[in-house]
């Protein structure tokens, strides 16, 4: 044989060796690459998952605080008349009571805004409370004026509007944000 053919021979084996380590390490390296593109999709889509829960969940007590005024405007009449005791009271504001929990939730989206919303719809709606039940505990009471409860009652009301509506363009905005 002739030493050409065996150098010529070697060097195809070993250029050809080469081209498929290379190959072979770059194939790699594009898989580790996609897969950490993969990873970090699957991470991004999973924290958009749970902010849209967290989302959800102060949207539903936002809402459960505005659906409070609108169960005591439909039942003023029979608060003023004293039919409303401290039991309907209670079975009104229960599913408040089973969200207090989420009345933080703002902080953990980060949103100081919505918090700020959140608090007032809170304060508000304790406040409300208050006032029924001194019409509900003192139902029996010929001198307290209803009347009177109630149109603080009315007023109270009327300022539950504006951050209730805050809080929703506010929680809009958080949507929005997520996507882009």
Not at 22 to 40: A, H, P, Q
Not at 109 to 121: E, F, I, P, R
Request: contains cysteine.
């Amino acid at each position: 044989m002739d030493t050409n053919t065996i150098i010529g021979a070697a060097i195809a084996i070993i250029s050809s060796s080469i081209t498929a380590g290379l190959s072979f390490l770059f194939r790699c390296l594009e898989s580790d690459k996609k897969r950490k593109w993969e990873i970090e999709d699957r991470n991004k889509e999973n924290e958009q998952k749970v902010t849209i829960k967290r989302i959800d969940q102060v949207e539903s007590l936002v809402t459960e605080y505005y659906n409070l005024g609108g169960t005591i405007v439909r039942n003023l009449d029979g608060i003023y008349e004293g039919n409303w005791d401290y039991k309907t009271l209670i079975k009104e504001v229960d599913p408040l009571i089973k969200k207090f929990h989420l009345t933080q939730m703002p902080k953990v989206l980060g949103d100081s805004k919505l918090q700020t919303h959140v608090d007032k719809l809170h304060k508000l709606s304790e406040k409300i409370v208050d006032l029924v039940s001194i019409i509900s505990v003192n139902s029996k009471d010929k001198k307290l004026d209803r009347r009177e409860v109630g149109e603080e009652i009315l007023k109270v009301l009327n300022e539950l509007e504006e951050p209730y509506s805050n809080a929703i363009r506010r929680l809009d905005t958080l949507r929005k944000n997520i996507y882009s």
